[in-house]
């Protein structure tokens, strides 16, 4: 998991935080933005993020086998509608000895907009989305070189336990309740419209553009006039 040094704000787990940030939901059709906003990261990024410094091809293997039906990917979007950053929850098989539900959180943060604050607002969103789903603890697992990754964790609540160049965040969480429910349909909602809106702008972008390409297509020569 791989984030810029921010500040994170030390609240309840899943409770949002004051800075709303339009976080949605991602779905197959979005694939394509995930590979490219993977591919846009470094190679010491993609180490942080994954544990090893993943080529093209095996960040684009990863962004196929996702799996929309069981586990959740959410994004930030810029008003062109590029995907800055990104957060995977998935579901982990449930284990015999244990009725725990779990899910594991992953991240990545584009360079040029790190320091914001989209670490921590996605790993918000990720811990409310997973207590309205019945998901009994949270877990991380992150280099031991990735400070903000577990600060965020820590700030949260989760223990840290580091195993070599390995750390390992769980961070139990409390059961749903009406108000966590009523604060995700909003943040959802609001999100959604948000993002019809940037979609709806860039229409208006390429229509204006389009206009401009055909008047200048048929712009009379400037010795026109004078004849």
């Known amino acids: 998991m791989t984030l810029a040094p921010d500040r994170p704000v030390e609240v309840p787990p899943g409770a949002p935080s004051f800075r709303w940030v339009p976080i949605r939901s991602l779905s197959a059709r979005q ?3 995930i590979v490219n906003h993977l591919l846009a990261l470094s190679e010491s990024d993609r180490y942080l993020r994954f544990g090893y410094a993943a080529s093209d091809a095996q960040l684009t293997h990863y962004a196929d086998l ?100 390995d750390a390992l965040a769980r961070l139990q969480l409390p059961p749903d309740d009406w108000i966590s429910h009523v604060d995700e349909m909003v943040e959802s909602h609001a999100a959604d419209l948000d993002y019809r809106l940037k979609q709806q702008a860039q229409r208006v972008a390429r229509l204006f553009e389009a206009i401009g390409d055909v008047k200048r297509r048929y712009q009379p020569a400037p010795w026109a006039a004078s004849e």
């Open 66 to 165: 996702i799996d929309f039906e069981h586990d959740e990917v959410f994004g930030i979007f810029d008003r062109r509608l590029q995907l800055l950053a990104m957060a995977h929850l998935a579901q982990l098989p449930l284990r015999k000895e244990s009725p725990v539900r779990e899910a594991e959180f992953g991240v990545s943060v584009l360079a040029h907009v790190r320091g914001r604050g989209y670490g921590t607002r996605l790993f918000e969103h990720a811990v409310l989305h997973a207590r309205n789903r019945h998901i009994d603890t949270l877990v991380v697992h992150a280099m031991s070189e990735n400070t903000p990754m577990l600060s965020i964790a820590r700030h949260a609540g989760a223990s840290v336990v580091r195993d070599g160049s």
């Open 31 to 33: 694939r394509p933005r």
